[in-house]
């Protein structure tokens, strides 16, 4: 195919996810001549559009099952509920989501090239489409192509009984059984998903212990609620292989000899940088082993004039991502700021779900911090009782000394919004005492923290007390 004549950017960034939108809009609004290119026919990201169908069918089976809300145990999900039905809502919300960043682009003046982007050399890149193949100058590029699910040769995709995390969402009909293999936060996502709507889920974890950086008794919490929905937890077990049955459903095989036979196997273990059609090699860099490209603090690599952002420098999530790809630009265009956020919040979308901000108890204990923690249990607020929450709590740590807060844990219902009132405390350095006076409505969930705080300041005149006697 003949190369057209060479388009010259001051800045092009590859991938439109989170990372390449923010880069390519803030170097826009510096001034900068901006192209992105990507793959895909619609603008906005491949993860973003997983993400969304993912959650979207988590509020659904919320929905379906009536699960917070017990009482309606009559209704937990009928055989006949598929994941066509749990999905409905995603495309609106997709295609929403894609009109929006298409939009965000045109009005920063962001030139959109579709098609797959390789490098030619340190600052030429071709674009190639089904009909066309473009070659694009840039003085500095941003590669922000985010991630694919990790598919070992071992596991036999085949799409439909033996699928990766994404290919979940693309199942049609409700397997009785399922096999999980992966215990991180995508796979005990799926998994606590299927057990909601009455599958029977076996859940294979090589290590001993599952979301590794989940404060433990949250995820006892975890465990000790899917376990009530018949998921049985294998941990220190590793999947060697995976392949479809012959007379259908799938088998997974342990390295111990056992054979796990399901209707459907998931394989969650993880996701790769996607690189592999960039020819990095070309542009004089090298990705590690799990595809992400090294970086240093400002996003730069081993390139001078080129950065990587998102998925496919570290392993993340949406809302880094934004902020690396707006820092990394502002360092294209010579303006370091730091604009990340102090504390950083995460949320696992687990049934019940888990976020946390902060320092947990064994960040505490290795730092020699002397901390009190107090409790904020849902079952003693009238919104948990209303929202039949009676098992969700917030976990609060705060300084011995200082009194502040250093770190909010939380499982139940609304964990992913509360935990933006415990990040902004331990950001502003507020004490339990803050928190403690502060007025939450009575109808609320956030009445978890008054309670925390309180539990937690209780604690703190005690040890005083105990040590001036
Ligand atoms: C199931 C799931 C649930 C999630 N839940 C959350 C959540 O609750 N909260 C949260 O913050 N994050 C969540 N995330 C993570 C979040 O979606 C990602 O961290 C984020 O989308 C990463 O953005 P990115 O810009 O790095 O990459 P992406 O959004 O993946 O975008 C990369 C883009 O680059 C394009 N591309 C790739 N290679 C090329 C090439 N050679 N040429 C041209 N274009 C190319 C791709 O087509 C894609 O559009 C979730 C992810 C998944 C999979």
């Not at 491949?46 to 169908?53: H, W």
């Not at 994941?83 to 003046?109: C, M, N, Q």
């Not at 985010?146 to 085949?158: K, S």
């Not at 095989?253 to 273990?269: P, R």
Request: hydrophobic residues 45%.
């Amino acid at each position: 195919m003949p190369v057209s004549d060479a388009l010259a950017f001051d800045l092009v960034v590859v991938g439109s996810g989170p990372s390449g939108r923010a880069a390519a809009i803030q170097a826009a609004e510096l001034g900068r001549r901006v192209a992105v290119i990507e793959r895909s026919p619609h603008v906005g990201g491949f993860s973003l559009e997983t993400a969304v169908r993912s959650h979207t069918m988590r509020a659904a089976v919320l929905e379906v099952t009536a699960h917070l809300s017990g009482g309606y145990a009559g209704m937990r999900a009928e055989r006949e509920v598929t994941l066509d039905d749990l999905l409905w809502r995603a495309d609106a919300v997709i295609e929403h989501e894609r009109e929006a960043a298409a939009d965000a682009l045109r009005r920063s003046g962001v030139t959109v090239m579709h098609g797959t982007a390789s490098f030619v050399d340190p600052h030429k890149l071709d674009v190639r489409s089904a009909s066309t193949l473009r070659r694009v100058l840039a003085d500095k590029i941003v590669i922000a192509t985010g991630a694919t699910p990790r598919r070992p040769p071992v596991i036999q995709f085949d799409g439909e009984v033996v699928v990766d995390a994404e290919g979940f969402l693309g199942v049609r009909g409700l397997p009785e059984s399922m096999t999980v293999v992966g215990g991180g936060a995508t796979g005990l996502e799926y998994a606590s998903l299927g057990a909601a709507l009455g599958i029977r889920v076996t859940l294979v974890e090589s290590s001993a212990r599952l979301l590794a950086d989940v404060d433990e008794e949250l995820v006892s919490a975890l465990e000790y609620h899917l376990r009530g929905l018949g998921l049985v937890s294998l941990r220190g077990e590793e999947a060697i292989a995976a392949r479809p049955r012959r007379r259908g459903g799938a088998v997974v095989h342990l390295a111990g000899g056992v054979e796990l036979h399901s209707d459907l196997a998931v394989f969650a273990g993880g996701r790769d940088g996607a690189v592999d059609r960039l020819n990095l090699a070309a542009a004089g860099l090298r990705a590690d082993r799990t595809g992400r490209i090294p970086v240093r603090s400002d996003y730069r690599t081993a390139q001078k004039h080129i950065f990587a952002v998102g998925d496919v420098a570290r392993n993340g999530v949406a809302a880094p991502a934004v902020d690396q790809g707006r820092q990394a630009a502002r360092a294209a265009c010579w303006l370091w700021t730091t604009t990340a956020a102090r504390v950083a919040s995460r949320a696992i979308s687990t049934i019940p779900e888990i976020a946390f901000a902060g320092a947990g108890e064994r960040a505490l204990t290795r730092a020699g911090i002397p901390y009190a923690v107090g409790v904020g249990h849902f079952r003693d607020l009238v919104r948990g009782q209303i929202a039949g929450d009676r098992s969700g709590f917030l976990k609060l740590f705060a300084h011995a000394e200082t009194r502040q807060v250093l770190g909010v844990h939380i499982i139940g219902t609304g964990a992913t919004e509360l935990v933006h009132s415990g990040q902004l405390a331990i950001a502003r350095g507020l004490t339990v005492d803050d928190l403690a006076a502060a007025t939450h409505d009575g109808a609320s969930l956030s009445e978890a923290y008054r309670l925390a705080a309180c539990q937690a300041a209780t604690r703190l005149v005690d040890d005083e007390r105990a040590l001036a006697a």
